[in-house]
C-alpha cells in the first residue's frame, strides 16, 4: 500500500511585547532610538511607548507587524486574524501558533479559542531560540519602518495609523521581492515552496474585548539595558525621520582647524579594560566582585554602554594595572601581567599596548633539562624599558598556533634554566589564583630578575 507523505504542519510565531525602538512624540510623532532606553527615562523626552504585535513564519524571514499604544491594547484574536487575512506572506491561518509561556499566562483562553478555528496553540519550551529570535528580528527592523513621516500626522493616532500602514507595505514589498537580502540559496528556495501553499483563510469569529491582560514581560528587555546616558533628538532632512541618539548634541558652529584636537585627552579606558578582561586568568565575574562592581557594570563599562563612578573606576583600573599617560594623552597598559591565550584580537591589542607597538621580543621558553608543562606553554614578553609579561597558551588551542602572527617580532623557542622556567610556572598558577594576584604575583617576579631586564636579547640561564 502507497503512503502519501504527509505536508509539514505551518507553523507561526507569536509575540507581543513594548517596542524598544520606537516611541511617540507629540511633536515629532513616531520616534526611533538609536540605543534602547528604560520606557521612565523616555519618558523626560516626552515620549511614550507603543505595544508591537508580531507573526513570523517558522524557520523564515516573512514577517508582520502591527502596533498600537501602550494604553490602547488590540485583542490578541483581533491582531491574528487582521494578520492572516492581511498578511498574503502568512498564508492565511498556520497549523500551529507557537507563543511564550508570557502570553499564555497572560490570555488563558488563547488556546480554547484557537482550537475553535482549527489553529494548535504550543508553548515554546525554556530554551527555544527560535521564537525570541523571531521576537528579537522584529524590534530591530521595525525602526526602520516609517521612512517618510512629511505631511503624515503627527498625533498619536495618525502616528500609529502611518506606522501600521507602512508595516504592512514592508510585508507586502518583502513578500514580492522575497529574494531581496537572501544570501541562501537554500533559504530562497523554501520561501519559495512556503509563497506556493494555498491560503487558509481564517473563519471569522464574533471577538469580544480585551482577551489578555498586559503586565511587566511586556517591557522585560528593560532588564538588561544600562543606565541612561544623555541624549539628543536628530532631525533627518532627508526622509523627514526623527531619531533620539546617544549622547551629546554636536555644536553645529564648530570650526575645525590644525588646533582642533590639541589639549584633547582620549579616554581609552574602557577599551583597555574590556581586552585586558578577555585576556586575564580569572573570568570577568571575579574581576567585578574583585573590583567592588557587578558583573553586568563591567560589561557595561567594558562595551562603553556605561561609566562607572569615580571610585568604582579607580578601582578597576588599579586591578587591572590601567594607568593614565600624561606624556601621551591617553591610558595606557601598565602591567605587567600574567596573560591568557583565549582571544586573539584581544591578545593582540593588548600586546600592542604593552609593547608600544611591538616594541619588545617575545619567545617561548622551555626548560633546557627536563619536561615542560604539559597543559600550557608560556611566551615572554620582554620589552624594551619595561617590565616583562606573561602569555599562557593552551597546548594544542588553535589560537596558540597563531602566536607567532599575534606577537609583533616574535622570538620562536629560547631554553632557559629548569630554575627559571619553574620559577615562571609557578609564578603564573598564583597569578591566576585571584584577580589580585595577576599583578602582584608578577612584580615580584620582576624584583627576583630585575638586572637581567634591561636587554631584550637576555636569556635567563
Excluded at 501558533?97 to 494548535?120: D, F
Excluded at 523554501?190 to 480585551?210: A, D, H, N
Excluded at 574590556?274 to 557595561?300: D, S
Excluded at 611591538?358 to 622551555?366: K, L, N
Amino acid at each position: 500500500m502507497n503512503q502519501q507523505t504527509q505536508p509539514s504542519p505551518r507553523e507561526h510565531h507569536f509575540y507581543v511585547a513594548i517596542a524598544k525602538f520606537l516611541f511617540h512624540h507629540p511633536e515629532h510623532g513616531i520616534v526611533s532610538v538609536g540605543d534602547p532606553i528604560k520606557i521612565k527615562d523616555a519618558e523626560r523626552y516626552g515620549l511614550s511607548p507603543l505595544i508591537l504585535y508580531g507573526i513570523t513564519v517558522a524557520g523564515l524571514p516573512i514577517r508582520w507587524m502591527t502596533f498600537t499604544p501602550v494604553d490602547q491594547p488590540r485583542s490578541f484574536r483581533n491582531v491574528l486574524l487582521e494578520a492572516w487575512r492581511n498578511g498574503e506572506g502568512l498564508r492565511g491561518r498556520p497549523d500551529i501558533l507557537r507563543i511564550n509561556r508570557h502570553l499564555a499566562t497572560a490570555s488563558p483562553e488563547l488556546v480554547e479559542e484557537m482550537a475553535k478555528i482549527g489553529v494548535r496553540v504550543e508553548l515554546a519550551g525554556a530554551k527555544e531560540k527560535s521564537l525570541p529570535a523571531s521576537l528579537r528580528s522584529a524590534q530591530d527592523s521595525s525602526r526602520w519602518l516609517l521612512r517618510k513621516q512629511d505631511g503624515n500626522d503627527r498625533t498619536l493616532t495618525g502616528s500609529i495609523q502611518a506606522l501600521c500602514r507602512y508595516a504592512q507595505v514592508d510585508h507586502d514589498f518583502r513578500v514580492r521581492d522575497s529574494h531581496r537580502g537572501i544570501n541562501s540559496r537554500e533559504v530562497e528556495d523554501r520561501i519559495q515552496q512556503w509563497l506556493t501553499l494555498p491560503t487558509k483563510v481564517p473563519v471569522s469569529t464574533v471577538t469580544g474585548g480585551l482577551d489578555w491582560e498586559p503586565g511587566p514581560w511586556l517591557s522585560s528587555w528593560e532588564t538588561s539595558l544600562p543606565p541612561d546616558q544623555p541624549r539628543y533628538f536628530n532631525h533627518n532632512g532627508f526622509d523627514c525621520s526623527t531619531w533620539l541618539l546617544t549622547g551629546e548634541k554636536a555644536q553645529e558652529d564648530i570650526v575645525e582647524d590644525d588646533d582642533f584636537w590639541a589639549g584633547s585627552d582620549y579616554d581609552n579606558a574602557a577599551e583597555i579594560a574590556k581586552n585586558l578582561v578577555a585576556c586575564w586568568p580569572n573570568p570577568p565575574v571575579e574581576i567585578a566582585k574583585c573590583a567592588g562592581i557587578t558583573l553586568r557594570e563591567l560589561q557595561w563599562f567594558t562595551s562603553a554602554k556605561a561609566s562607572l563612578d569615580r571610585h568604582a573606576r579607580f578601582d578597576l583600573e588599579a586591578l587591572l594595572g590601567i594607568e593614565y599617560d600624561e606624556s601621551m594623552g591617553r591610558y595606557v597598559e601598565a602591567g605587567p601581567y600574567v596573560l591568557v591565550a583565549q582571544k586573539s584580537l584581544a591578545l593582540k591589542k593588548v600586546y600592542e599596548g604593552i609593547s608600544g607597538g611591538g616594541d619588545a621580543c617575545p619567545c617561548e621558553i622551555v626548560p633546557r633539562q627536563g619536561a615542560a608543562d604539559p597543559s600550557w606553554r608560556y611566551v615572554v614578553i620582554n620589552t624594551y624599558g619595561e617590565p616583562p609579561s606573561i602569555v599562557m597558551a593552551p597546548r594544542g588551542a588553535k589560537i596558540t598556533e597563531r602566536l607567532p602572527e599575534l606577537l609583533m617580532n616574535y622570538g620562536g623557542i629560547n631554553t632557559v634554566a629548569p630554575e627559571f622556567y619553574r620559577d615562571v610556572v609557578s609564578t603564573c598558577a598564583r597569578a591566576c589564583r585571584e584577580p589580585a594576584s595577576n599583578i602582584r604575583e608578577m612584580k615580584d617576579f620582576v624584583k627576583r630578575y630585575e638586572a637581567h631586564w634591561a636587554d631584550c636579547a637576555w636569556q635567563p640561564e
